[in-house]
């Protein structure tokens, strides 16, 4: 018996496209660099969602091991980058990205 039998596939699609217009507004608009780390998640996130829902469809669990090394990555990712943000941080006393451009190595 499944559980949610009114979502379709387009309520995924739709979802997924959404979240990761956000995401994309927030890289775009935002300057600090916390701040586009958290939409670059978002859009790996709304990514997730499609393959998990094109997965559901299919009937084929492949996309969904898939999607727990994509989540495994980008964990790895993140804590990475904020670990180089948080030295660039005590070197510069800032996160904005204008004030990352303007350092010279």
């Known amino acids: 018996m499944e559980i949610l039998p009114h979502i ?3 309520h995924y699609i739709t979802v ?3 979240l990761f217009c956000i995401g994309v507004l927030g ?3 935002r300057r600090n660099a916390i701040i586009m ?3 670059i998640e978002l859009m790996l996130n709304a990514v ?3 393959l998990v829902g094109f997965s559901k469809y299919w009937g084929d669990g492949n996309a969904q091991v898939f999607v727990f090394f994509i989540m495994t ?3 790895a990712e993140v804590a990475v980058g904020l ?3 948080m030295m ?3 070197n510069q006393h800032s996160s904005d990205i204008d004030v990352l451009n303007r350092m010279k190595w």
């Open 16 to 18: 997924s496209i959404l």
């Open 37 to 39: 780390f958290m939409c």
């Open 27 to 29: 890289v775009i608009t």
């Open 8 to 10: 379709s596939i387009n």
């Open 48 to 50: 997730n969602l499609l």
């Open 83 to 85: 670990a180089i943000l």
């Open 73 to 75: 990555v980008a964990a």
């Open 88 to 90: 660039i941080y005590r």
